[in-house]
């Protein structure tokens, strides 16, 4: 016998009382305003969020709002997305975690799986992009495509897709793609570049979801990189690292507002070689800022600089020196800062598909 009927049969509750108990209106919770409402809902983790979508359809309604993710994301806890069995690209899965932190220095995991059979497009093989507030950007590959890949926007959480059209128009080959949110209309807009190599011409379109239709915007930078970070999006820009060493700003980014390109500068001291070789260097954002790891010929340890004041050269500070990682093997074998824990520790993802733990104070790093 389940504790739960025991200790319902234990307590003395005539009928007069249980009658007492039944709700005899309706539910206190949706009489609250719904400013209150979203106000609670913002603050869930998604697993249960999820769940929320099936009591009712005021809090489904609330949920798939597109406007709901800036306010929930705020406050949620950070998410970690792992894309996983890279080398099978037959049967593509995402893990995505969220990370709870109390007040022991402990910190809990909440799990979730998006699959292609529930959340993510029905596709036999995809990339993942980018991430811009819970939305994902996936570029469907295969041996049967030969681009450029038909693109999708899709959100896991609610299990909803939409198919972008081809932006090529007879072009040959599309090299950079992105998805980023307007910081002003909150639009969602995905930026291509589509090139013809037989006639050296490089063009920019941008896609504003719901519009249907891609807009050219003219020509790409000079310095234009083969793929943009997954993590790079901030003050509605995308920003990645220019593809040579000829700039002296190193860093491009687009504004999705304004559809226009804009250059930010490194920080000051980095040397020529620095701002040359860029599989030395990994550009992100954490924290509401810009930074960027610099690599050197020891690969047990990196750099972190971080742009306290956007756009400004002088408020580049170094804040962290990470030591005693495993060496990397290959030349991509990157680690980069996820989460900064209470504790001390710090989360970092490695080769873009493992997340390690990493100690200060051992000087030392650990698989998740």
Same mark, same amino acid.
């Given at each position: 016998?389940?504790?739960?009927?025991?200790?319902?049969?234990?307590?003395?509750?005539?009928?007069?009382?249980?009658?007492?108990?039944?709700?005899?209106?309706?539910?206190?919770?949706?009489?609250?305003?719904?400013?209150?409402?979203?106000?609670?809902?913002?603050?869930?983790?998604?697993?249960?969020?999820?769940?929320?979508?099936?009591?009712?359809?005021?809090?489904?309604?609330?949920?798939?709002?597109?406007? +709901?993710?800036?306010?929930?994301?705020?406050?949620?806890? !950070?998410?970690? %997305? !792992?894309?996983?069995?890279?080398?099978?690209? @037959?049967?593509?899965?995402?893990?995505? &975690?969220?990370?709870?932190?109390?007040?022991?220095?402990?910190?809990?995991?909440?799990?979730?799986?998006?699959? @292609?059979?529930?959340?993510?497009?029905?596709?036999?093989?995809?990339?993942?992009?980018?991430?811009?507030?819970?939305?994902?950007?996936?570029?469907?590959?295969?041996?049967?495509?030969?681009?450029?890949?038909?693109?999708?926007?899709?959100?896991?959480?609610?299990?909803?897709?939409?198919?972008?059209?081809?932006?090529?128009?007879?072009?040959?080959?599309?090299?950079?793609?992105? %998805?980023?949110?307007?910081?002003?209309?909150?639009? /969602?807009?995905?930026?291509?570049?589509?090139?013809?190599?037989?006639?050296?011409?490089?063009?920019?379109?941008?896609?504003?979801?719901? @519009?249907?239709?891609?807009?050219?915007?003219?020509?790409?930078?000079?310095?234009?990189?083969?793929?943009?970070?997954?993590?790079?999006?901030?003050?509605?820009?995308?920003?990645?690292?220019?593809?040579?060493?000829? &700039?002296?700003?190193?860093?491009?980014?687009?504004?999705?507002?304004?559809?226009?390109?804009?250059?930010?500068?490194?920080?000051?001291?980095?040397?020529?070689?620095?701002?040359? +070789?860029?599989?030395?260097?990994?550009?992100?954002?954490?924290?509401?800022?810009? +930074?960027?790891?610099?690599?050197?010929?020891?690969?047990?340890?990196?750099?972190?600089?971080?742009?306290?004041? /956007?756009?400004?050269?002088?408020?580049?500070?170094?804040?962290?020196?990470?030591?005693?990682? /495993?060496?990397?093997?290959?030349?991509?074998?990157?680690?980069?800062?996820?989460?900064?824990?209470?504790?001390?520790?710090?989360?970092?993802?490695?080769?873009?598909? @493992?997340?390690?733990?990493?100690?200060?104070?051992?000087?030392?790093?650990?698989?998740?």
């Amino acid at each position: 016998m389940g504790r739960r009927k025991r200790v319902a049969e234990d307590l003395p509750i005539n009928r007069e009382e249980q009658e007492e108990w039944q709700p005899t209106g309706p539910c206190r919770f949706q009489q609250l305003p719904q400013a209150l409402v979203i106000d609670i809902l913002s603050r869930l983790l998604v697993k249960p969020l999820l769940n929320c979508r099936c009591v009712c359809k005021s809090w489904l309604s609330i949920i798939s709002d597109p406007q +709901f993710s800036f306010v929930h994301l705020p406050k949620s806890p !950070i998410g970690i %997305l !792992i894309n996983t069995n890279p080398e099978k690209r @037959t049967s593509r899965i995402i893990d995505y &975690t969220q990370i709870e932190e109390s007040a022991d220095s402990q910190f809990h995991l909440e799990k979730m799986r998006f699959s @292609t059979k529930n959340s993510l497009p029905p596709l036999s093989c995809f990339e993942l992009i980018n991430s811009c507030n819970g939305l994902l950007l996936l570029a469907e590959v295969g041996p049967n495509i030969d681009g450029p890949f038909p693109l999708y926007v899709c959100n896991p959480i609610l299990g909803e897709f939409i198919a972008l059209p081809l932006a090529n128009e007879g072009r040959l080959y599309c090299s950079f793609i992105g %998805l980023g949110c307007s910081a002003v209309t909150k639009e /969602y807009k995905v930026l291509q570049t589509c090139g013809d190599y037989r006639k050296d011409e490089d063009g920019a379109r941008i896609y504003t979801i719901g @519009t249907g239709v891609w807009k050219s915007i003219g020509k790409t930078p000079q310095d234009f990189a083969q793929f943009a970070p997954f993590n790079a999006v901030l003050h509605g820009a995308l920003h990645w690292l220019a593809s040579s060493g000829r &700039t002296l700003e190193l860093i491009n980014a687009f504004h999705f507002e304004t559809e226009e390109f804009r250059t930010l500068p490194p920080p000051g001291s980095f040397t020529p070689f620095q701002k040359q +070789f860029k599989d030395c260097l990994k550009l992100g954002v954490f924290d509401g800022c810009l +930074f960027i790891c610099v690599y050197g010929y020891d690969s047990s340890k990196f750099d972190m600089w971080v742009m306290k004041e /956007y756009g400004v050269q002088e408020s580049w500070r170094k804040t962290l020196v990470v030591e005693g990682l /495993y060496p990397r093997q290959l030349d991509n074998d990157v680690y980069e800062p996820l989460v900064f824990l209470r504790n001390g520790e710090i989360l970092l993802s490695y080769i873009d598909w @493992t997340v390690v733990c990493y100690n200060q104070e051992k000087n030392a790093s650990e698989g998740n």
